[in-house]
């Protein structure tokens, strides 16, 4: 199975900036998509951003602007670098990583804490 190791989030004061990663083990497929999704306190999981193995980018609407998710596809590595972050980006940031013909609900990072203060 396919593990992703997060790495990056801390606490940050509004207006700041952080920067995460999420390194894949070597036996993922290389046609795929990966990226962020981050849970609040009492709220569900959401889409934060994705990226494709040729480059293609989504974003929630909430970060457009302000984030920018990339990849290293010889490292099997996501990033996402966020800016001008608010309070509400509060939460933990967890990277998911899926093959684009896969019929799997995809894997799942352990998450990794982002706190943003006023």
């Known amino acids: 199975q396919v593990q992703l190791v997060e790495s990056g989030g801390g606490l940050v004061q509004a207006g700041g900036s952080l920067r995460l990663s999420c390194a894949a083990s070597?036996?993922?497929?290389?046609?795929?998509?990966m990226g962020w999704y981050r849970q609040a306190p009492g709220k569900q999981r959401d889409l934060v951003a994705t990226?494709?193995?040729?480059?293609?980018?989504n974003y929630a609407d909430s970060v457009k602007g302000r984030f920018t998710i990339s990849r290293d596809n010889a490292k099997n590595t996501v990033y996402l670098q966020m800016n001008s972050l608010k309070p509400e980006d509060t939460g933990v940031y967890y990277c998911?990583?899926?093959?684009?013909?896969?019929?799997?609900?995809?894997?799942w990072g352990q998450g990794t804490q982002v706190t943003v203060s006023s």
């Open positions: 070597e036996s993922i497929f290389s046609i795929n998509v």
């Open positions: 990226i494709t193995s040729s480059g293609r980018t």
């Open positions: 998911y990583y899926n093959a684009i013909i896969s019929s799997t609900a995809g894997y």
